[in-house]
């Protein structure tokens, strides 16, 4: 047995577990800024006032208008103690993982031997319904800007319904591989983004204050959608067709 294989066999679980704990702790500190911030408005152009805004997890380490120890913007006493959790808890997923490593490949394995085998027999092209599906969300886009504007309500759509919708861009074209799917997302992701920035622009919203947007918004949402794939995943079945082809 080449002993290099057998440590990257040990290893990978536990980084997977370590980086798993890091996501989500990065998800649970942007999501708290919704739960320590007095008001969201701002997030999206209804309002110009910046109070009342806070961010931690598990606990606050920086607050708008506040100074910490001679001066600094960020408790770094507080944001090294966060740290120190997140890397407390992942190593122990990351050990929980290596434990029970030959349980979480064979689940996973089995998804992959599925999604395999559905690629080999679905058409590589877009279909019909797929070809519907983004006309249809092009279409909606189009006439919403129309109808809206640069305002502040299609803002909040787009910092507040982004994942949503590259989730749906994601799942819902049954007959394209995985790589294609992936640059799509990252185009649709990237206009989007250029979208918010241009109606935060029109709105005289700071460039960062739009970005900071996104980020508040999009991360939390995307660790939580990429958990509950997982977690899917790990509890469930694949189709019992997979195994008899």
């Not at 992701?189 to 979208?195: E, I, K, P, T």
């Not at 939390?220 to 995943?233: C, E």
């Amino acid at each position: 047995m080449n002993p290099n294989t057998e440590a990257d066999r040990r290893l990978t679980p536990l980084r997977t577990g370590f980086l798993c704990a890091i996501l989500a702790f990065a998800g649970l500190t942007a999501a708290s800024w919704f739960i320590r911030s007095e008001s969201w408005g701002n997030l999206c152009g209804y309002t110009k006032s910046f109070q009342g805004e806070a961010i931690g997890f598990p606990f606050e380490f920086w607050r708008i208008n506040r100074t910490h120890h001679g001066g600094w913007l960020i408790d770094f006493p507080t944001l090294i103690l966060n740290v120190a959790i997140a890397l407390l808890v992942g190593t122990a997923l990351g050990l929980i993982f290596t434990r029970y490593r030959n349980w979480f490949a064979d689940r996973f394995a089995a998804h992959r031997a599925y999604d395999a085998n559905q690629k080999h027999n679905a058409a590589p092209t877009f279909s019909l319904r797929g070809l519907l599906f983004f006309t249809t969300v092009l279409a909606g886009s189009i006439a919403a800007f129309q109808k809206l504007g640069p305002s502040p309500e299609l803002l909040a759509c787009i910092i507040f319904g982004g994942p949503a919708i590259l989730l749906a861009i994601a799942m819902f074209p049954s007959a394209m591989r995985w790589e294609n799917r992936a640059w799509i997302i990252v185009g649709f992701a990237g206009l989007l983004m250029a979208s918010a920035i241009a109606i935060g622009s029109h709105l005289s919203m700071p460039f960062d204050r739009v970005l900071f947007g996104v980020f508040i918004s999009w991360v939390p949402q995307s660790v939580a959608g990429a958990a509950l794939a997982t977690l899917f995943m790990l509890v469930t079945s694949p189709p019992q067709e997979s195994t008899s082809q």
